[in-house]
């Protein structure tokens, strides 16, 4: 089954501390996988994708098929991290899977 | 840059009325999406369309119906409203690929109550 996990609802941290929001998933091919970022009051956003191997913001990801892992992390948090944070896997034709997504809170 | 726009922020709908859900995008892309977003669940996508007058369903498509007749507008029908139905509604769009995942845009909701 074609699945995302990512356990954690709530990730609680304060700022200038290292983050990282996990995620897992389950794909029997080779997978694209992306995270996208949710700002409150705004529309949901592509934040980072693994193909391009970039960082966004501060934000790494880095895909790992033998734990079938694409964690984000962040060296040191910003108050304006703060966001709801979703893993999403390519399946099929251009459909993504996303995860239950995590809640970042970054407290001053 | 790339302009995904939903026909309403918020609904109140009655159980059993017929709700239309408009969603439009201005950057030509062929593929457009309809998703549900709910606490604990994250979104889920209901139906999705790849070129005009097509569609196919996506993981929860009881209870939705969709209509594409022209490229840049993508509509989500509830044929008959639910209070199950009550959620925030995603519309999202990308350009078709070969063969390697494409950014979705997405519009900024519509969060619908069925009374």
């Known amino acids: 089954a074609q699945r995302v996990t990512q356990p954690e609802k709530l990730l609680s941290v304060f700022k200038g501390a290292p983050v990282e929001l996990k995620c897992n998933y389950s794909y029997s091919g080779s997978p694209e996988l992306f995270w996208y970022v949710q700002y409150s009051r705004q529309r949901l956003q592509l934040l980072l994708r693994?193909?391009s191997r970039e960082s966004i913001k501060g934000f790494t990801a880095d895909l790992n098929k033998g734990e079938t892992s694409f964690h984000l992390k962040k060296p040191f948090a910003q108050e304006e991290d703060s966001a709801m944070y979703y893993c999403a896997l390519v399946t099929g034709f251009q459909k993504l899977v996303f995860g239950t997504g995590t809640r970042l809170l970054v407290s001053p | 840059d790339v302009k995904v726009t939903q026909s309403s922020r918020y609904l109140v709908k009655r159980t059993g009325e017929k709700v239309f859900l408009e969603c439009v995008q201005d950057?030509?892309?062929?593929?457009m999406f309809w998703y549900r977003q709910d606490p604990g669940l994250g979104l889920r996508l209901i139906y999705f369309?790849?070129?005009?007058?097509?569609?196919e369903k996506g993981d929860i498509p009881e209870g939705y119906s969709v209509s594409r007749e022209k490229k840049e507008r993508f509509s989500l029908i509830l044929e008959s409203a639910s209070t199950n139905q009550t959620s925030m509604y995603l519309c999202a769009s990308s350009l078709a690929a070969g063969g390697i995942g494409e950014t979705q845009y997405f519009g900024p909701g519509t969060r619908l109550l069925v009374l």
């Open positions: 369309s790849y070129d005009v007058k097509m569609k």
């Open positions: 693994h193909i």
């Open positions: 950057m030509d892309h062929e593929n």
